[in-house]
Each structure stands twice: as structure tokens, then as C-alpha cells.
């Protein structure tokens, strides 16, 4: 199945929607978002210190004091 987006004039849409279920395409309804759940989300997004990101700064350096191996 494929997923189609149009743009309808607000005077047409009525009849193309007619037309689009008679075809037997499924008209799925906007969704609303509701922006406290988004914020309610964003507050729970967590924050990393100084501390936590010192360990990504170790590594980085470890992987750059490796040295290849001679053959």
C-alpha cells in the first residue's frame, strides 16, 4: 500500500473524498498534537554532566595513543 499526501481546495475536498472512497482509498484523519504531552516529553529528556561526557573524552584519547602493529 501506498501513503499519498494532497493538497485539496476546502470547496473540492468533499467531493474528491467521495470520489477517494468509492475507489475504496482510506482517508486517514489529521492527527493533533497535543504540545503539554511534547512538553511533558521534552522535561524528561536527560541531561548529561561534565562527568559523563568525561568518560567519551578517555576514549577518544585511547583510540588515538593506538598504535598499529608492525608486521
Known sequence: MERLTI???DEKSSLVKQILKELGVII???KKVNLSDVRKKLANVSVWSDDD???F???KTAFENLKP???
Open 57 to 59: 573524552e578517555e576514549s
Open 69 to 71: 602493529q608492525q608486521w
Open 28 to 30: 486517514q484523519p489529521d
Open 53 to 55: 561526557l568525561k568518560v
Open 7 to 9: 493538497n485539496i481546495p
